[in-house]
Each structure stands twice: as structure tokens, then as C-alpha cells.
């Protein structure tokens, strides 16, 4: 990620650590996608074996782990320094 943001000059990282917090919001998001999965899995797929549901779900985390790190951030981001989007920016 940028050092600081290349619009408003925010800086990301206020200090040592501070994405750590992050590291948990990244957890959840990937808890909530393999039990989506796996239900889906369940209930479309009549309850196949579980290397069916290795095979599925595993693949898809790989793939959204880019994507799961910036959003992650950026949620602990609103969610600790209040970062409000204003409109029109």
C-alpha cells in the first residue's frame, strides 16, 4: 500500500503496528466467505466429501487474499482513525 494517500496526503501507518488490528478483520471476512462456501457447497451439492470442500474453498481464498488485504485495511481504517469519505473528492 502507499506510504500516504496520493489524493488528501493522509498517512496510512501512524505507527509501528497499527495494522495488526487489521490481521483480525482480515480473519473474519475469510471466516465468513469458507462458511458461505461451505454451505453453498452443502446444499447445492448434496453433501459431497470433504476433499470436495478442500478443493473448492481453498482455491477461493488464495484468489481473495489480494483483495481481502486492502479491505481489510481499509475497514480497520474506518473502523480505528474514523476516516469519513467525503463526497465530491
Known amino acids: 500500500m502507499y506510504e500516504l494517500c496520493p489524493h488528501c496526503g493522509l498517512r496510512y501507518e501512524i505507527e ?3 495494522f ?3 490481521m483480525y478483520v482480515s480473519y473474519a471476512i475469510s471466516g465468513g466467505v469458507a462458511l458461505v462456501l461451505g454451505f453453498l457447497i452443502f446444499y447445492l451439492g448434496g453433501d459431497p466429501d470433504g476433499w470436495v470442500y478442500a478443493s473448492i474453498i481453498a ?3 488464495v484468489v481473495i487474499a ?3 488485504f486492502r479491505i ?3 475497514i480497520w481504517l474506518h473502523y480505528v482513525a474514523g476516516i469519513k469519505y467525503i463526497k465530491g473528492l
Do not use: D, L
Open 20 to 22: 495488526i488490528g487489521a
Open 16 to 18: 509501528p503496528g497499527y
Open 72 to 74: 481489510s485495511r481499509v
Open 59 to 61: 482455491p477461493v481464498m
Open 66 to 68: 489480494p483483495v481481502n
